[in-house]
C-alpha cells in the first residue's frame, strides 16, 4: 500500500483558503485515482473530489463544486486540495487516498491507501 502523507490543515476564519497537499511514493499519481475524503467528528467520512491518474477526469461532491479544486504534479507524485471561501461546515479531518485507476469514484471502499489525514478548522 502506498503511504500518503497530508499537509496544509490548519485554523483558518469564514472565506479564507487552503490548500492541502498529498505526497504519495514516486509514480502514485501516475498509476492510482486520487480523491480527498474529509471526516468530521460523529460523522461519516464523507467524498470530497478525486482525479484520475491521467488527470483528465475529475468528480466532485455538490459541496465542493465552484469551491473546492482538486489537482496533482505528476513529476512531485502530489495531489493537490484549493479550497476557497471555506465555511464553518467544513472543519474536519481532510484524508488523501489512492485507489485503482479508472472512472473517479466516491465510494471509500474504491481506495485502498490512505493517509493519516489533517485537521481544518474553519471559524465563523
Known amino acids: 500500500q502506498a503511504q500518503l502523507v497530508e499537509s496544509g490543515g490548519g485554523l483558518v476564519q469564514a472565506g479564507d483558503s487552503l490548500r492541502l497537499s498529498c505526497a504519495a511514493p514516486?509514480?502514485?499519481?501516475?498509476?492510482?485515482?486520487m480523491a480527498w475524503f474529509r471526516q468530521a467528528p460523529g460523522k461519516e467520512r464523507e467524498f470530497v473530489g478525486a482525479?484520475?491518474?491521467?488527470?483528465?477526469?475529475?468528480k466532485d461532491a455538490d459541496f465542493a463544486k465552484g469551491r473546492f479544486t482538486i489537482s496533482k504534479d505528476d513529476a512531485k507524485s502530489t495531489v493537490y486540495l484549493q479550497m476557497n471561501n471555506l465555511q464553518p461546515a467544513d472543519t474536519a479531518v481532510y484524508y488523501c487516498?489512492?485507489?485503482?485507476?479508472?472512472?473517479?469514484?466516491?465510494?471509500?471502499?474504491?481506495?485502498?491507501?490512505w493517509g493519516q489525514g489533517t485537521q481544518v478548522t474553519v471559524t465563523a
Open positions: 487516498a489512492a485507489g485503482q485507476p479508472g472512472n473517479p469514484s466516491s465510494v471509500p471502499s474504491s481506495y485502498k491507501s
Open positions: 514516486m509514480r502514485t499519481t501516475m498509476w492510482y485515482t
Open positions: 482525479i484520475s491518474r491521467v488527470g483528465s477526469r475529475t
